[in-house]
């Protein structure tokens, strides 16, 4: 068994809700953790960046006081994300309020720094970063993150091509601490594959945005209902770092998914004008053939657990 932190070992279901760009807010992140599962969101999705502070303070606000009504059956913890990269100049402020609010688990990306992890370390919290490949891993863990989200083929936004399969057996060669796994997973059927191959937690992002609680446009979530795995291209053309994005989008923005240029990867851009210019382009992941229907979160949360109960009963 994975050696999991206090903050992760009794999760009353083993999913992360992954951090949704311009989607999460704190009224996802909170019918998440509520619902039973890890909720989080992108430190950036807050704009200015004096409105984290308001969101940190709503989240752990309500969230204990849920927690005092139902102390039999406490919510899930909650995560903020934070972009390691350059060009997110943001990074120091916003983890200067995760280390004020005493956020439980911080979500690493594109980039792994020591300072960060030492920052969460400081109150107790927990990092977890995400990784493309094996490589990445090592590279995170020796710099100190707690655990690793793996991100396979298949992935909604940000992703890399790795088998699932050949991505956690790898992993788990050399690691026993928490992993996550993401890419296409948006059943309770795919959550139970993903302990089974050797992962504590399923990582799931594009089935949450099908949900009432999604700060997504109407279309985006009805897209997402409409579309299947043929409707998601792999482009870097966006940020500059590959990953899958709705096809009818493109279109709408008047251009040919199936003829997309290549960017330039030293021009990415997190939080600036080239990620506005693509707020239109809907990031999305290849498990979107199993969202049937726009629901709550927490009808959503229930349908997964019984197509989790049910998977296990098959197998046992």
Same mark, same amino acid.
């Given at each position: 068994?994975?050696?999991?932190?206090?903050?992760?070992?009794?999760?009353?279901?083993?999913?992360?809700?992954?951090?949704?760009?311009?989607?999460?807010?704190?009224?996802?992140?909170?019918?998440?953790?509520?619902?039973?599962?890890?909720?989080?969101?992108?430190?950036?999705?807050?704009?200015?960046?004096?409105?984290?502070?308001?969101?940190?303070?709503?989240?752990?606000?309500?969230?204990?006081?849920?927690?005092?009504?139902?102390?039999?059956?406490?919510?899930?913890?909650?995560?903020?994300?934070?972009?390691?990269?350059?060009?997110? $100049?943001?990074?120091?402020?916003?983890?200067?309020?995760?280390?004020?609010?005493?956020?439980?688990?911080?979500?690493?990306?594109?980039?792994?720094?020591?300072?960060?992890?030492?920052?969460?370390?400081?109150?107790?919290?927990?990092?977890?970063?995400?990784?493309?490949?094996?490589?990445?891993?090592?590279?995170?863990?020796?710099?100190?993150?707690?655990?690793?989200?793996?991100?396979?083929?298949?992935?909604?936004?940000?992703?890399?091509?790795?088998?699932?399969?050949?991505?956690?057996?790898?992993?788990?060669?050399?690691?026993?601490?928490?992993?996550?796994?993401?890419?296409?997973?948006?059943?309770?059927?795919?959550?139970?594959?993903?302990?089974?191959?050797?992962?504590?937690?399923?990582?799931?992002?594009?089935?949450?945005?099908?949900?009432?609680?999604?700060?997504?446009?109407?279309?985006?979530?009805?897209?997402?209902?409409?579309?299947?795995?043929? $409707?998601?291209?792999?482009?870097?053309?966006?940020?500059?770092?590959?990953?899958?994005?709705?096809?009818?989008?493109?279109?709408?923005?008047?251009?040919?998914?199936?003829?997309?240029?290549?960017?330039?990867?030293?021009?990415?851009?997190?939080?600036?004008?080239?990620?506005?210019?693509?707020?239109?382009?809907?990031?999305?992941?290849?498990?979107?053939?199993?969202?049937?229907?726009?629901?709550?979160?927490?009808?959503?949360?229930?349908?997964?657990?019984?197509?989790?109960?049910?998977?296990?009963?098959?197998?046992?």
């Amino acid at each position: 068994m994975s050696k999991l932190p206090a903050v992760l070992a009794n999760l009353p279901f083993p999913v992360i809700g992954s951090p949704l760009f311009i989607i999460s807010t704190p009224q996802l992140v909170i019918a998440q953790c509520i619902a039973g599962v890890v909720g989080s969101m992108p430190a950036l999705n807050a704009r200015p960046a004096e409105q984290l502070e308001e969101w940190l303070i709503e989240i752990t606000e309500t969230l204990a006081a849920y927690n005092l009504a139902h102390p039999d059956a406490p919510a899930a913890p909650f995560a903020i994300n934070q972009i390691v990269h350059k060009s997110n $100049d943001r990074l120091d402020h916003d983890m200067a309020m995760c280390v004020k609010y005493k956020v439980p688990i911080i979500i690493t990306s594109l980039g792994a720094r020591e300072d960060i992890n030492a920052a969460a370390h400081s109150y107790g919290g927990v990092v977890l970063h995400d990784v493309i490949n094996n490589k990445h891993a090592h590279k995170a863990i020796e710099k100190g993150a707690d655990g690793l989200i793996a991100v396979a083929a298949g992935a909604g936004g940000h992703a890399g091509l790795k088998s699932p399969f050949a991505l956690i057996q790898e992993i788990r060669q050399w690691f026993d601490g928490p992993l996550a796994l993401s890419g296409s997973i948006a059943t309770g059927d795919a959550v139970l594959a993903a302990q089974a191959m050797g992962a504590d937690f399923a990582y799931i992002g594009s089935a949450f945005i099908a949900t009432d609680e999604a700060r997504a446009a109407e279309a985006y979530k009805q897209s997402i209902v409409d579309s299947d795995s043929d $409707d998601i291209v792999y482009s870097n053309l966006f940020t500059g770092v590959h990953g899958n994005y709705l096809a009818p989008s493109i279109r709408n923005a008047g251009m040919d998914p199936a003829n997309l240029p290549e960017s330039d990867p030293s021009k990415m851009n997190f939080g600036g004008d080239k990620t506005k210019a693509w707020k239109d382009i809907w990031g999305c992941g290849q498990g979107i053939g199993a969202v049937h229907q726009v629901q709550s979160t927490a009808d959503f949360v229930a349908q997964l657990k019984r197509q989790y109960a049910d998977a296990k009963e098959r197998i046992a």
